[in-house]
């Protein structure tokens, strides 16, 4: 299976930014659907964003669309997560996913990816 490595995360104030990196081993990174999932202390792993290999479709959880973006460059092997904006709420581990295309209904299942990272802390604080 794919190898991937996060990175990026840290601790920002409310209203901040934080950009999020996940590099992906191996040269079928195109192939892959990529997603983003996250886990707060004493919760369940979320769903965040996902996006496809053409890049042309585009999931987000409600809680976060309008202030993340997801992104890839194949080029690179590598997908992003721009956060703006972010909230206390957004506090969490942050995953990085890789699965083939699969059904669009499972796409926000997180037992329906492959591959996982190792995760990365991001902490909004005051």
């Known amino acids: 299976q794919a190898q991937l490595v996060e990175s990026g995360g840290g601790l920002v104030q409310p209203g901040g930014s934080l950009k999020l990196s996940c590099a992906v081993s191996?040269?079928?990174?195109?192939?892959?659907?990529m997603a983003w999932f996250r886990q707060a202390p004493g919760k369940e792993r979320d769903f965040v964003a996902a996006?496809?290999?053409?890049?042309?479709?585009?999931y987000y959880a409600d809680s976060v669309k309008g202030r993340f973006t997801i992104s890839r460059d194949n080029a690179k092997n590598t997908v992003y997560l721009q956060m703006n904006s972010l909230k206390p709420e957004d506090t969490a581990v942050y995953y990085c996913?890789?699965?083939?295309?699969?059904?669009?209904?499972?796409?926000?299942?997180?037992?329906?990816?492959?591959?996982w990272g190792q995760g990365t802390q991001v902490t909004v604080s005051s």
């Open positions: 996913a890789a699965r083939v295309p699969r059904s669009a209904s499972t796409v926000r299942s997180g037992r329906d990816y492959d591959s």
């Open positions: 191996g040269r079928t990174f195109s192939t892959y659907t």
């Open positions: 996006i496809t290999r053409s890049a042309v479709t585009i």
